[in-house]
């Protein structure tokens, strides 16, 4: 399974390697690839939506599921 996220409040390259260690700390989680300069995430695997929300806002970010 393949979930898209919107990402909210990056702007540097630390910001997106957060988001990514957050975003693969989640259970489920196989990949996941964050654009700094889309402001998205893609994530694989079978993770819980809420869960890979929670994790990014946990770490000073905004995060919603993409369309």
């Not at 975003?23 to 259970?27: A, D, E, F, R």
């Not at 690839?33 to 993770?47: D, H, K, W």
């Given at each position: 399974m393949t979930i898209e996220l919107n990402i909210t409040g990056m702007s540097c390259g630390h910001c997106e390697k957060a988001v990514k260690n957050a975003?693969?700390?989640?259970?489920g989680v196989e990949n996941a690839?964050?654009?700094?300069?889309?402001?998205?995430?893609?994530?694989?695997?079978?993770?819980d939506v809420q869960a890979l929300?929670?994790?990014v806002t946990?770490?000073?970010?905004?995060?919603?599921?993409?369309g």
């Open positions: 975003l693969k700390s989640v259970s690839e964050v654009n700094l300069s889309q402001g998205t995430a893609t994530v694989e695997g079978n993770a929300i929670a994790a946990e770490e000073g970010y905004g995060a919603t599921v993409r």
